[in-house]
């Protein structure tokens, strides 16, 4: 069955238009709750859940309509404050909670926000679970009888408990003495947690983006504007810098002289460790993973499987076969055997781990492969707009990839958190790979005007 309001990534959008709006938040909420008073085991203490979110504006007046929903079905409600998504999938599982809800719009700007929700083992719901609840949203909302309500309380040193558990995934005879890292928050839901695990750690701390506003989050900081970090690497003379997302799930890291890692390329340097231990069969990516990376995995006989885009297709892959590393280009970055969920801080511990390990520096371990060239440009399009139904979309799409025959590949999908049409091009020639996307992107553009 279709969803109605929940993409790739929970529920979405523009703070003030539908669906991001109080009155259906307090819907999502009450519609959540009656879901998991269903599931409820008999005999036990009443479903609690735990609300965390970033550091957006409109996170106040959101999780305030969450917190309604949820209490008038019956539901507790415990607080925790701006907090990593990651931490709020490990909290839940750790505090045996029924569910964790994030409110955030990961890497979008501060105008978005969106719902996000994790069952109680630390995982993404299941798609059944969100079919159960957008079934009860559009129904008239009830109220459970006073004495039932729920009850709302704030969970205390959520931030602390959360930094011991990032620093018990990092080996205890290891330490990063030595190190001077730049670590830029996004103005995001790390800005006061991230640095803390690094220094602990041992290393010297150069923290940026990590004075939010309301309005700032991502403004030029952080995963998705990684320029601010390689500036301030090279500007503190540091060995490497990382990069989070507003919500901290998303990883990029750049090393001594500015040049940025992707998570395709971050990734090869978890599997290359794991394969140095013998403790890795396989990875998964997405239909956006580079081809160099296939192409290197095959050639060492590791695993490779492509998963749809989203980090929740790249774990249920992993599941399938058995696997503990996945991971999408975007930063995205799944370590099964240290969390349940993709952790943009833990990831980057991995990968010091690993260049600790080898004793190597991260453009000799991430130099080993060599990314082909890859083009994306994103269209926006009006919501709805299925390229597949249009005649000469397909057609431009079938022409680009005989041109490019076995040299490349040609892939078009549409965003599962935004209106737009995400075209990419990978070709063994730059040139080739930018000229063909723009002609497929184009051909997007000419179909809207007519």
């Known amino acids: 069955m279709a969803r109605k309001y929940f993409g790739t990534d929970g529920v979405r959008g523009l703070v003030g238009e539908a669906p991001i709006t109080p009155d259906f938040v307090m819907r999502l909420g009450y519609a959540a709750g009656k879901v998991l008073a269903k599931t409820a085991t008999p005999g036990m203490a009443r479903p609690t859940v735990l609300i965390g979110k970033d550091t957006r504006i409109s996170g106040y007046m959101l999780e305030a309509a969450l917190e309604a929903g949820f209490a008038a079905a019956g539901v507790d409600v415990m607080l925790a404050g701006p907090m990593p998504t990651p931490a709020i999938a490990y909290l839940t599982r750790a505090l045996r909670l029924s569910a964790g809800v994030v409110i955030s719009a990961s890497h979008n700007p501060f105008q978005d926000n969106g719902i996000k929700f994790f069952s109680a083992q630390g995982t993404k719901l299941p798609d059944a679970v969100e079919l159960d609840i957008e079934a009860l949203i559009d129904q008239p909302m009830g109220c459970v009888h006073s004495e039932k309500l729920g009850r709302a309380k704030r969970l205390e040193d959520a931030q602390g408990r959360y930094i011991e558990f990032c620093k018990s995934t990092f080996p205890n005879e290891q330490d990063l003495r030595g190190l001077?890292?730049?670590?830029?928050?996004?103005?995001?839901?790390?800005?006061?947690?991230?640095?803390?695990?690094?220094?602990?750690?041992?290393?010297?701390?150069?923290?940026?983006?990590?004075?939010?506003?309301?309005?700032?989050?991502?403004?030029?900081?952080?995963?998705?504007?990684?320029?601010?970090?390689?500036?301030?690497?090279?500007?503190?003379?540091?060995?490497?810098?990382?990069?989070?997302?507003?919500?901290?799930?998303?990883?990029?890291?750049?090393?001594?002289?500015?040049?940025?890692?992707?998570g395709d390329e971050l990734l090869y340097v978890m599997v290359m460790d794991r394969v140095a231990r013998g403790d890795v069969q396989g990875a998964v990516g997405t239909l956006m993973t580079n081809m160099a990376l296939e192409v290197a995995f095959k050639e060492k006989g590791i695993g490779f499987a492509r998963a749809k885009v989203g980090d929740r297709y790249v774990l249920e892959v992993m599941q399938e076969k058995g696997w503990i590393l996945g991971g999408e280009g975007s930063g995205h970055l799944l370590a099964l055997d240290k969390h349940t969920t993709g952790d943009g801080i833990i990831s980057a511990l991995q990968v010091l781990c690993a260049l600790k390990r080898s004793g190597k520096k991260l453009s000799e371990i991430a130099g080993e492969l060599q990314l082909f060239p890859q083009t994306l440009i994103n269209v926006r399009v009006p919501a709805g707009f299925d390229w597949q139904k249009n005649p000469a979309m397909v057609a431009e799409k079938e022409k680009v990839e005989k041109e490019l025959g076995d040299a490349g590949r040609v892939l078009i999908r549409a965003s599962g958190t935004e209106p737009l049409i995400r075209v990419m091009v990978e070709a063994r020639d730059a040139a080739k790979a930018e000229s063909m996307a723009r002609r497929i992107a184009d051909k997007v553009d000419t179909q809207l005007a007519a």
Do not use: S, W
């Open 180 to 262: 001077k890292i730049v670590v830029d928050c996004a103005h995001g839901a790390a800005y006061n947690i991230a640095p803390h695990v690094f220094h602990e750690l041992g290393a010297e701390v150069v923290a940026i983006g990590n004075k939010p506003d309301g309005f700032n989050i991502n403004a030029g900081h952080g995963a998705t504007a990684p320029k601010a970090m390689a500036a301030a690497v090279l500007q503190h003379n540091a060995d490497l810098g990382i990069a989070l997302d507003g919500d901290a799930d998303r990883l990029i890291m750049c090393d001594a002289n500015g040049r940025l890692y992707n």
